[in-house]
C-alpha cells in the first residue's frame, strides 16, 4: 500500500542496547524527518533529511544516528539508549515543492526503555 | 529562530457549540502555518495550511483557521463541535526565510480537545 509506514510499532529495550526505527514511504518523497513525542514537549525534530544521502540535525540529535541510503529508507538508530529516549517517534516526509509541503506521518513507534 | 505557543493545554466544549484552540507564532520571515490533528494512538494528520492569500483558511472535517498577521495569530475554529473531534491539535510553523532547512516544522505543544456530549 502507498504512504508511510514505520515498524516496529512497538519495542521494549534496556538501556545500552542499541535500536534502529525503521521508515518507509512510497511516495519518493525528497524530504523526510524524525520526531519525537513527549508529554509537555509536543514534537520536536530529531533529524531530517533533504534527499538521499544528505541528513541534518534537528532540535534534539544527541544520541541517535541516521541514513539515507535510499529515497524511500529513513532508519534511526540509537547507538546507546538511555531511559530519557523512551518516547513516541514519528517519521514524516514531504515533497520539495514550496506549495505542496505538507508533511505526512507515520503511524509511530513507541519504545521503552527500561 | 521559529516557535509556536498554543496556551492552553486543553479545551473543553458542548457538542453543538463553536471550538476555538488558540496558535500564536513568532518568524523572521513569513509564516506557512498548519494544523494538524492526532487521534488516539495515530499519527499526525493534516488538518489545513496558511501560505498566502485568505486569512480565513478551510480545511478538513469542517475545521477552518483565521491567520492575524498583526496579532501572530493563526486559530482553529469549528462552528458545531462533533464527539468526534475530540482529539490532540497542534499547531505548526515553517519560517519561509529560512534557507535550507525552511522544511522544518516547528511544533506547538498541544492542545487536547474534548467534546462534551
Known amino acids: 500500500d502507498a504512504g508511510i509506514t514505520q515498524s516496529p510499532r512497538y519495542k521494549i529495550t534496556e538501556t545500552g542496547r542499541q535500536v534502529t526505527l525503521m521508515c518507509h514511504q512510497t511516495?519518493?518523497?525528497?524530504?523526510m524527518f524524525w520526531y519525537r513525542q513527549d508529554l509537555g514537549h509536543g514534537l520536536r525534530l530529531i533529524y531530517y533529511?533533504?534527499?538521499?544521502?544528505?541528513?541534518d540535525k534537528g532540535e534534539v540529535p544527541d544520541g541517535y544516528v541516521v541514513s539515507r541510503s535510499k529515497t524511500e529508507n529513513f532508519p534511526l538508530t540509537l547507538e546507546s539508549a538511555t531511559r530519557s529516549q523512551t518516547s513516541v517517534y514519528f517519521c514524516?516526509?514531504?515533497?520539495?515543492?514550496?506549495?505542496?509541503?505538507?508533511?505526512?506521518f507515520g503511524p509511530g513507534t513507541r519504545l521503552t526503555v527500561l | 529562530a521559529q516557535s509556536v505557543a498554543q496556551p492552553e493545554d486543553q479545551v473543553n466544549v458542548a457538542e453543538g457549540n463553536p471550538l476555538t484552540v488558540k496558535c500564536t507564532y513568532s518568524?523572521?520571515?513569513?509564516?506557512?502555518l498548519f494544523w494538524y490533528v492526532q487521534y488516539p494512538n495515530r499519527g499526525l494528520q493534516f488538518l489545513l495550511k496558511?501560505?498566502?492569500?485568505?486569512?480565513l483558511v478551510k480545511g478538513s472535517y469542517g475545521f477552518e483557521a483565521e491567520f492575524n498577521k498583526s496579532q501572530t495569530s493563526f486559530h482553529l475554529k469549528k462552528p458545531s463541535a462533533l464527539v468526534s473531534d475530540s482529539a490532540l491539535y497542534f499547531c505548526?510553523?515553517?519560517?519561509?526565510?529560512?534557507?535550507?532547512?525552511?522544511?522544518?516544522?516547528?511544533f506547538g505543544k498541544g492542545t487536547k480537545l474534548s467534546v462534551i456530549p
Open positions: 511516495w519518493s518523497h525528497s524530504y
Open positions: 518568524v523572521s520571515g513569513n509564516p506557512y
Open positions: 533529511s533533504a534527499a538521499a544521502d544528505i541528513t
Open positions: 496558511y501560505i498566502t492569500g485568505d486569512n
Open positions: 505548526a510553523v515553517r519560517d519561509m526565510g529560512s534557507g535550507a532547512g525552511s522544511y522544518q516544522l516547528t
Open positions: 514524516a516526509s514531504t515533497e520539495s515543492s514550496e506549495y505542496t509541503d505538507t508533511q505526512y
